[in-house]
């Protein structure tokens, strides 16, 4: 009897855990652009893949993307931008405006609107 007891009081604390563990939310990886895979799609917005076009040139690539989001409390122009401000340089982008970014001879500009609730973000990838 004092042995099982002495299992249990073992096994309770490694249950524990394992039930916090399994409980955790998983770890979700940033989903980024289909065709700039090096460029984040913010959360809550997804991306308008039958809009994107690339191609290289001489010069370079050229690339177009578009994501797409509904306005909420928390989430307009300025916090779309924001993201963006602060996850691009992260990612190699030197930024020279809050649209305007450069990184290896491209430059990459975002284009904002909004319509009716909707956010809609264009990236142009061209070479210097």
């Known amino acids: 009897m004092m042995i099982l007891l002495r299992r249990i009081i073992l096994a309770v604390p490694v249950l524990a855990l394992l039930a916090a563990f399994s409980a955790a939310a998983p770890v979700r990886a940033a989903e980024f652009l289909t065709l700039l895979d090096d460029v984040p799609v913010m959360p809550g917005f997804s991306e308008d893949t039958a809009a994107a076009v690339a191609f290289d040139t ?25 993201f963006y401000g602060a996850s691009l340089p992260a990612l190699g982008w030197r930024a020279e405006s809050p649209t305007r970014f450069r990184r290896d001879g491209e430059t990459l500009t975002l284009s904002v609107e909004a319509k009716d609730g909707l956010l809609s973000l264009a990236f142009d990838l061209r070479p210097e």
């Open 58 to 82: 001489a010069s370079g690539r050229i690339v177009t993307a578009r994501i797409h989001g509904r306005g909420r409390p928390g989430v307009d122009l300025g916090a779309l931008l924001a």
